[in-house]
């Protein structure tokens, strides 16, 4: 047995098996909650825990345990002691910040969590809205008992299904921190009794949240930022409703002193009709085109509102003009002239209806 652990810390050495403890003796977390309340940080853990049920089969479970420290070492430290078990990051899947958390302490989450070698960073990282982190982490939920399970599908279904939140890993969330003229952005998710749904997405202005994109917002960024993969729209027709699904988008952005052109190539089809519509006529076709250009073209020129009210450069156009003229401007994406441009193209059946706008 002991040549077999030797043997096996040789093989995966770089992944820290120098350091082996028992399975039985870790406490694996699977979940992490941060909040901030009376000037301390408040910390969860969502521990798993299988049960027996029977001689073969077992029940996923989890515990819950927190802590509390003037700082988030400390909290983490404590935390740690409630376990009675060596904490095991290794399969990390969720950390939930409140919204506080991500307003004034995110800094020092960050900066805990690149320090600290046990824990990876490939998890998700969501905000909990109008919630405390830990009241999320303590759902209960009878059809996925594991809350951080729970939020990683309905983020991985989210991005085919809806399309209006963000699914950055915390590493990647950090990277856009620290490059000059990126933005980072986080999944924020909502809790109704014991369900959670996503609810957007909360754009930032370095390592503080400025606000929250509604899930329309949301799905407008994601088609900016060519992440649409079920982007949809409905717009209203006789007494009824159409809706168009965006499957994909490709953008440009350039930046020069004093313009900021978005061209935008969109690929949809109809998802959903209840109008009286000709779809055999290609005239159709062409009359959608026009009516979901501009409805699309009109949600960009009020997200780009929305960004600037929100004081965040969430598309990075200052770093599409730093990349291009090697120059710093702190307030291009704000001061310059947006120009918007939209290329739409609907299949249906095999075929691809296109009209290009002259506007």
Same mark, same amino acid.
């Given at each position: ?187 924020? $998710?909502? =809790? ?5 749904? +996503?609810?957007?997405?909360? !754009?930032?202005?370095?390592? &503080? #949240?400025? *606000? ?33 699904? $965006?499957? =994909? ?5 350039? +930046?020069?002193?004093?313009? !900021?052109?978005?061209?935008? &190539? #969109?690929? *949809? ?47 990075? !156009? ?42």
């Amino acid at each position: 047995m002991k040549k077999l652990i030797i043997l096996l810390c040789l093989i995966f050495l770089t992944s820290g098996c120098y350091d082996y403890v028992e399975l039985n003796n870790l406490s694996i977390i699977s979940g992490i909650s941060i909040d901030y309340i009376d000037d301390k940080f408040l910390v969860g853990y969502e521990i798993l825990n299988e049960q027996k049920q029977g001689s073969d089969a077992t029940t996923k479970g989890t515990i819950i345990v927190e802590g509390k420290g003037k700082n988030i070492a400390e909290a983490f430290l404590n935390t740690a002691k409630e376990t009675q078990k060596k904490p095991y990051y290794a399969h990390l899947k969720t950390l939930i910040i409140s919204e506080e958390v991500a307003t004034n302490k995110l800094e020092s989450i960050i900066d805990f969590f690149l320090r600290n070698t046990d824990i990876r960073s490939e998890f998700n990282t969501v905000i909990a809205k109008d919630t405390d982190a830990l009241d999320m982490l303590s759902s209960n939920n009878k059809n996925q008992p594991v809350i951080s399970d729970l939020i990683e599908s309905l983020l991985n279904s989210n991005k085919y299904y809806k399309n209006n939140t963000s699914t950055a890993p915390f590493e990647e969330i950090v990277t856009d921190i620290l490059i000059y003229g990126n933005e980072a952005e986080m999944a924020v $998710i909502e =809790k109704d009794g014991n369900t959670l749904s +996503v609810s957007g997405i909360g !754009i930032f202005n370095e390592y &503080k #949240l400025q *606000g929250i994109l509604t899930p329309e917002e949301s799905i407008t960024y994601n088609v900016l930022t060519g992440n649409a993969l079920n982007a949809s729209y409905t717009t209203s027709c006789d007494s009824d409703s159409i809706t168009l699904g $965006i499957y =994909k988008s490709k953008p440009e952005i350039k +930046v020069t002193n004093n313009n !900021i052109d978005i061209n935008l &190539k #969109l690929f *949809g089809s109809v998802i959903e009709s209840n109008c009286n519509y000709n779809f055999k006529d290609t005239k159709t076709y062409e009359k959608l085109n026009k009516e979901y250009s501009k409805i699309i073209k009109d949600k960009i020129y009020d997200f780009i509102n929305t960004t600037k009210m929100l004081n965040s450069d969430i598309l990075g !156009i200052r770093r599409t003009y730093y990349i291009d003229s090697r120059k710093k401007d702190e307030n291009i994406w704000k001061n310059a002239k947006y120009n918007v441009n939209v290329d739409l193209k609907i299949n249906k059946k095999g075929l691809i209806f296109e009209v290009h706008n002259d506007n």
